[in-house]
């Protein structure tokens, strides 16, 4: 009879024949497998150095072209905004302060000038403050000659009440100072904005600045609120401009929703590429064709024209 050693050697033996079959297996195969692991990572290093390269060369390409931008831009703008005021409300603290100081500068080597500065903090467009600034819009302290639409939203009242005391009609008289300090007082008292210039007058166009999107369950009524100010300061004044990053362009940014609605999107013009010369070219321009009634989408996003027209300087 076959005894429990015979069984024991037996299975000592095929463990012993699989793991010799391994060991050969494996050294017949070592040679060509890392010959050609070697060749692939060979291979992926040529293609990272080769896309290294082409990545130097674009950005110097980018660099050039941006110079060659900033070089042209005071030539481009010249004389577009003679004789006109900008208001720069800058909606998102994502804004970079170098684009919002360039821009700056570009309008006045327009001919215009930036008739003061405000930022938006959060909490203009939270929901939880609507309230708060629906008893102030509506409280007795509201300036004189201010008439608001009806209705209780507190984003259109309070865009509404903005827009009459920050812009000039077109055609028409400028606000009394006083509503305006008055307002500019009782705003950031309830901490939804902020005056970040020595002072703030009424200006002919206002200049939306945005960065980014919104994200979670409130994006759709943030963004609301500010299209609610942005088509209050276009009616109010001679035309309103909302600039941008390309995440502003996004669905959840303030650009994006502009663009999906269409009667907002022909009456007011937007640029999706602020941080480079040629979005703050296409701002300024833009400016001067919402004064001429013309609006448009502008910048490296789908269904956008690169820049308005550039048309010479009238004398």
């Not at 990272?48 to 130097?56: G, I």
Request: aromatic fraction near 4%; glycine fraction near 10%; charge should be negative.
């Amino acid at each position: 009879m076959i005894d429990f050693r015979y069984h024991l050697v037996s299975l000592i033996a095929v463990f012993l024949a699989i793991a010799l079959g391994i060991v050969v297996g494996t050294t017949q195969l070592n040679g060509p497998i890392l010959d050609r692991l070697e060749t692939q990572v060979d291979s992926l290093e040529q293609d990272k150095r080769s896309l290294e390269d082409q990545t130097r060369e674009l950005q110097g390409s980018l660099d050039t072209s941006d110079e060659f931008e900033s070089a042209l831009a005071p030539a481009l703008v010249d004389g577009a905004l003679a004789g006109s005021s900008v208001l720069l409300v800058v909606a998102s603290p994502e804004v970079e302060t170098g684009d919002v100081e360039e821009v700056s500068a570009l309008i006045t080597q327009a001919g215009g000038t930036v008739s003061g500065q405000i930022s938006l903090t959060p909490a203009y467009t939270d929901p939880s403050t609507e309230s708060s600034l629906r008893s102030y819009v509506t409280g007795a302290g509201l300036p004189a000659g201010v008439t608001l639409p009806d209705g209780d939203d507190a984003g259109r009242l309070v865009g509404s009440l903005l827009a009459q005391v920050l812009m000039i009609p077109s055609g028409g008289t400028a606000p009394d100072t006083a509503a305006t300090a008055s307002v500019l007082a009782g705003l950031p008292a309830l901490e939804v904005l902020t005056t970040d210039s020595d002072s703030v007058s009424p200006a002919n166009f206002a200049l939306v600045l945005t960065a980014g999107e919104f994200t979670g369950a409130q994006a759709a009524e943030r963004n609301q609120t500010l299209v609610e100010l942005v088509t209050a300061f276009d009616s109010a004044g001679s035309g309103a401009v909302v600039a941008g990053d390309a995440a502003s362009a996004r669905d959840n940014g303030l650009i994006g929703t502009i663009r999906e609605d269409p009667t907002v999107s022909a009456a007011v013009s937007t640029v999706d590429n602020l941080g480079s010369p040629a979005g703050q070219i296409s701002t300024v321009l833009a400016l001067r064709a919402e004064g001429e009634g013309t609006s448009g989408a502008y910048g490296t996003g789908e269904d956008t024209q690169p820049v308005p027209p550039v048309r010479p300087a009238t004398s």
